[in-house]
């Protein structure tokens, strides 16, 4: 079973920049639809952002143009890489397989922090 570990979260100003990391365990990670998602207080969990194994990528109209999704097969790693964060963007982070293409989700983990606030 695929474990899934996000980190690089925090606490950064308006216009900021965080990079985001999810390290999957496992053998199977470059055959795997990924993506970013995020909560926040009191909203339901939103894709924000999805990268195909063959590196294909997709935005939610939020974030277009200020996050960018990447992959790293070899390091089993992918990558959110978050400009011009706005306080909207607070949220905690989840990475996953893009529920879009597969219809079950790999099991949670916990999930990064982000917080933009002056």
């Known amino acids: 079973q695929v474990q899934l570990v996000e980190s690089g979260g925090g606490l950064v100003q308006p216009g900021g920049s965080l990079r985001l990391s999810c390290a999957a365990s496992?053998?199977?990670?470059?055959?795997?639809?990924m993506a970013w998602y995020r909560q926040a207080p009191g909203k339901q969990r939103e894709l924000v952002a999805a990268i195909t194994r063959e590196g294909t990528t997709n935005y939610a109209p939020s974030v277009k143009g200020r996050f960018t999704v990447s992959r790293d097969n070899a390091k089993n790693t992918v990558y959110l890489q978050m400009n011009s964060l706005k306080p909207d963007d607070t949220a905690v982070y989840y990475c996953?397989?893009?529920?879009?293409?597969?219809?079950?989700?790999?099991?949670w983990g916990q999930g990064t922090q982000v917080t933009v606030s002056s």
């Open positions: 496992g053998s199977l990670f470059s055959l795997l639809h």
């Open positions: 996953n397989v893009d529920t879009n293409r597969v219809r079950a989700p790999l099991p």
